[in-house]
């Protein structure tokens, strides 16, 4: 049995993918490497191609070039084997509108034909800790944007996956919420297992996470531990550093509220 | 105001077709289709301008049915063109009267509404040859079109709005049901009283005297009041139409002001039970949970009740149809109608999952068992409909030959669901939004809608093909007809499994690349 103990490579691999939309690049030969039991975070600007990057990587959408291995298993070559192992929550996708929280987590499980008597109990879990049990049973057309997330993510959890590959799981969840969701990875982590995720918020990321990739225009700035990268200073001015903040302080849209 | 409106259309027209080559080539197929209709139909009906009064009163039943039609198209077949739609505006400062003007002035850039105008302005030339009714006809076009049009927005954005709570789609489908037997009612009622088709002794007079007494014939009875001389009908009838198109403009903008303050949400405060029955029967493996999912979305999905009336109600209308005429031939049609569209239904499936379906692909589930697993909601949704049908044409005796029907009818479901499946896994088509416009539908003749239409039209033709002539040579045959039966379903069978099988195989190779698609297909 395989089960995601293949040799010991990191957890994610990716080696020079490339995407082009309409012929635009919009990444370029992006490598990471993600080692296994760490929690990585990718941060970059609007546009930097970190969805994209993400959905190349968990066989969403398919590159123009390059590799994505998960767990040895390549995500191209052999997409069963690599969707098995690993649990995603994309940003921005749908989810079934017309199912209610709990049908989809149900939903979900039996596409990945867990047995019943395993995915019942754990979905009731999931929505009892992400504090969707009260709204269990609406649908989730009808759920906020931070529901929509946190459903997402017991989604992506419910089959107990030995990679968590999470496209802004924090963006919208309220504090109580977004601290259960660390105190979850944290010790998700701990068991061995290994989370993905990417983030505009770079406080959260310097305080949870374990490895940071600066990504910016389709490429990897800076990819390091966090201590290494900040180096004494905080992530959001190495940030800044690194991406090139730009002088709009002052002088633009004196017109606004003049 | 209005010409930002229209300009907004016409980009948002031109950069689809320069994003997809396929939505390219359908918009000029169908543009193509369009003339060519036109270019039949429109000296057809100007050259009524060199025949006797009693030919060219033609006009008035013809446009009468024309305008009806228009409107119950919208509500049970193609809906009305949502490109432009108006919860997007719901953040400008606008009023429902300006972006209604825009709207409207939009509604007449779709190539059915082009095409409607031209055969209107053909109405007017027939009417050539009597000056006087000249400009009674252009003035006809002008309120006759705009009942049309108006209509189709006023029906369908007032019945959207019913058909958003749960008991309202009770009413919507009732409302619609009825709607669409409006057209056969009418015909009736014009047909009362012609004579046959002979020229020599055909007299338009009474149907068009009839029809222009119809909310739909009130403006396009006037050219023919004129040119009778009968000035007083004339006046009531302008009368009756500018009411009417008033009373549609006012209904449609209060629906839009209700738009703009209140964007349509999806159902709204559904709360659903455990449900226990569905995985009982159907198991939890992959194909039934999927199963499971598409049968609950025929009755909590707003978009796909109504595309469950269009299915169901055009058969009905073969069906009632025969019960009028006694010809039996029009029940027969109406069950295998039936069969086909019920098939057929799942070309489009993907598209209502939308992007949703990545949780199809995350999740690795085998691109048969995704096509199986619909198939058999298809099925359990409507198999149970298509038999009762049946039984009943049957029972009272209007499927004459029984066994040859049923084998006819076995194999059109099976083979429409087979070439559904295959199908819907290369052109996944549109759907109106989740919780949107129910009605809502890309511009006429765009989109994939054409190449989908034609593979839908003629595909279900040629492959019963076989089924029908082994049925009707079989069909004096006592032993042969029950053969024909068995054969009819075991082809039906492979076809189905072809189409499940090759469409699982193209879904595994291509799911990414679908995803891409689906971004893209609700509208
Ligand atoms: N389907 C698409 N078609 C064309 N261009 C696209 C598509 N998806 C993404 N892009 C382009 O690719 C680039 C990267 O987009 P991506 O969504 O990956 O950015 P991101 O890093 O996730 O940004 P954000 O922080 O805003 O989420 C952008 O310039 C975007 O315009
Ligand atoms: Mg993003």
Known sequence: MTDGARGEGPALELVGLVKEFRGRRVVHGLSLSVPRGSLFGMVGPNGAGKTTTLSMATGLLRPDGGTARVLGHDVWADPAAAKAVMGVSPDGLRLFEQLSGRELLHYVADLRRMPVE????????????????????????????????????????????????????????DPVSGQTIRTILRR??????????????????????DRVAVVAGGRVLADDTVGALTAGGSLHERFLELVGASEVSGDGLTWLGG | MTLLVVRLRFTM???????????????????????GVVALLGPGIAVLSTRPLRLTALTVPLFATFTLMWVVLSLVATGVDNVLDP?????????????????????????????????????????????????????????????????????????????????????????????????????LVLTTGAVGPDLRTFDAGPSARVASWTPVGWAWGMPYDVATGRWAAAGVHLVLAVLLVGLLWEVWVRQLARTLTSPMTAGGGQRIGRARLLPAVLGTGPTATIAARRIRAWYRDSRLVSIALRTAVLPVFFVVQSALTGAGAFAGTGVVTLAVFAGLTLMNDLAFDGPAWWVHVSTGVRGWEDRLGRALASTIVFGPVLVLTFVVSASLGLLHPVVPWASVSLAAF?????????????????????????????????????????????????????????????????????????????????????????????LDRRAPEMLGQLASAQI
């Open chain 2, 87 to 187: 919860a997007r505006f719901t953040v400008l400062p606008l009023r429902a009267r300006e972006l209604a003007r825009g709207l409207l002035a939009a509604a007449y850039t779709g190539i059915p509404a082009v095409m409607f105008v031209l055969l209107s302005l053909a109405q007017v030339a027939a009417w050539g040859a009597h000056p006087a009714a000249l400009p009674a006809a252009l003035v006809a076009a002008v309120l006759g079109t705009l009942t049309a049009v108006l209509g189709s927005r006023a029906v369908t954005s007032a019945l959207a709005r019913v058909m958003g709570s749960r008991g309202g789609r009770l009413v919507g489908a009732v409302a619609v049901s009825l709607v669409t037997l409006l057209p056969l009612v009418l015909n």
């Open chain 2, 414 to 506: 099976l083979a429409s669901l087979g070439l559904a499946v295959g199908v819907g896994a290369v052109l996944p088509g549109t759907a109106p939004r989740t919780g949107g416009n129910p009605f809502a539908a890309s511009s006429g003749g765009a989109a994939q809608g054409c190449l989908t239409a034609v593979v839908s039209f003629v595909g279900p033709l040629v492959l019963v093909l076989p089924v029908g002539v082994a049925a009707v040579l079989t069909a004096g045959s006592p032993v042969g007809r029950w053969v024909v039966l068995v054969v009819a379903g075991a082809y039906g069978a492979v076809l189905l499994a072809a189409g499940v099988v090759l469409g699982g195989r193209r």
């Open chain 1, 188 to 209: 998700y982590v701990g068991t061995g297992g290994t989370v993905v995720m990417s983030s505009h918020v770079m406080e959260l990321v310097e305080g949870l996470c």
């Open chain 1, 118 to 173: 395993e995915s019942r109990p754990r979905a009731e879990e999931l929505l009892a800790v992400l504090d969707l049990a009260a709204d269990a049973n609406t649908v989730v057309a009808d759920y906020s944007a931070g529901m929509v997330k946190k459903i997402s993510l017991a989604a992506a959890l419910i089959h107990a996956p030995r990679l968590l590959v999470l496209d802004e799981p924090f963006e919208a969840v």
């Open chain 2, 13 to 35: 027209w031109r950069t689809a077709m320069s994003r997809s080559s396929l939505h390219l080539t359908s918009s000029i197929v169908g543009g193509l289709v369009a003339l």
